[in-house]
């Protein structure tokens, strides 16, 4: 069975950066690295992914919205995922279950257990091994999302900033319950200095020189 990392964190902090870095390091260390993310990732995860990011559908309740996440993550899980891991690979995704707790649960205020089951579920009970939350003020990541995007904002993105500040809040506070699985990063820091202490957590759990 391979390794299975994620990475969580608001728009902005530097993920797509981050993992595209540590791919091309495992790479140079002979891994088959699979990078993809949510929601997305597959065909049929795309077309939901164009649903549930545009900002024009400010009528989706959030029960749809959970549904609509779970359905693509199923898809990826089944489709992409689970197959690269039994073949021994790397997968690295942008987003994956823990999104969901932090937007719909903490964010929106859904159940909590609740949207455990549904997770557990959609996913067939598949957790990341490593999950690697670049943390950043609410404030910072929206005017970064803004400048990367010229001004052009998601579904997501448009919420305000106390809904925001409430997924963050919950980031921190599955980190902290879970400190064997979650990474917390400043990302404010270099990227060359996030990358590094990205690649000390891998190359433990890897057993590999840093």
């Not at 964190?9 to 990078?35: F, M, N």
């Not at 749809?64 to 995704?93: D, N, T, Y």
């Not at 942008?94 to 909590?112: E, F, P, V």
């Not at 690697?132 to 052009?152: F, K, N, S």
Request: proline share 5%; net charge neutral; hydrophobic share 40%.
């Amino acid at each position: 069975m391979g390794l299975f990392v994620t990475f969580e964190g608001p728009e902005g902090s530097g993920k797509t950066t981050q993992i595209r870095l540590l791919g091309e390091w495992l790479r140079a260390r002979g891994y088959d690295v699979l990078v993809t993310r949510e929601p997305g990732g597959t065909a049929i995860g795309d077309r939901i992914r164009d649903i549930l990011l545009d900002p024009a559908h400010t009528e989706m309740y959030p029960e749809a919205e959970v549904f609509l996440f779970s359905a693509a993550r199923a898809q990826l899980v089944r489709e992409v995922i689970r197959p690269h891991l039994a073949r021994g690979g790397l997968v690295l995704c942008d987003r994956y279950a823990d999104s969901t707790l932090a937007y719909q649960g903490y964010g929106r205020g859904l159940d909590l257990k609740r949207l455990e089951a549904i997770t557990e579920f959609a996913t067939g009970g598949l957790r990341p091994d490593v999950i690697i939350y670049l943390d950043l003020p609410v404030e910072e990541g929206l005017a970064r999302r803004q400048r990367a995007r010229g001004g052009e904002w998601n579904r997501l993105d448009a919420e305000q900033l106390v809904f925001h500040r409430r997924v963050r809040e919950g980031y921190l506070q599955m980190a902290a319950a879970e400190p064997h699985r979650w990474l917390v990063l400043d990302a404010r820091q270099p990227i060359d200095s996030l990358q590094q202490a990205i690649r000390k957590r891998l190359a433990e759990r890897l057993q590999l020189p840093a």
